[in-house]
């Protein structure tokens, strides 16, 4: 009886340690994908500021692509399993909004991905 007490508290502790592991691993894909996008947007700003006083129209449309190439190009630095059908950058207004999902992947088998966790970021950046 004993053994059969201890195998089971050891399945329920390693089945907790796997689950808070996944957990911190999933947090931490999300907060590096949101400070990805925050300092991306951080450095565009400046330049649609500039030609916002410039007098352009709309400064930011000329921007757009740029973004969302600088963000690809990241998204494989930081290893966030980013498709380019899943990143929506445009420019709104006198600003620009990004948004971007991927699905961080809990159970794999095989190099598929059995149980993902779907994540997404959307932020946008204003030069009023």
Known sequence: ????AFILWAAGLALLGWAGSTAFSATSSY?????MVDQVLREATPKGKAAAAAGG???FDDFAPDVREILLIR????AIPLDERDLAVWAEGSGIRVRLKWSYPVMTYDRNA??????SVERSVSVR
């Not at 907060?31 to 400070?35: T, V």
């Not at 998204?75 to 930081?78: D, K, L, N």
């Open 57 to 59: 129209q709309r400064p």
């Open 75 to 78: 998204a494989r630095r930081y």
């Open 31 to 35: 907060l590096a994908a949101r400070e």
């Open 114 to 119: 059995i149980l993902t966790i779907p994540m």
């Open 1 to 4: 009886m004993r053994v059969r």
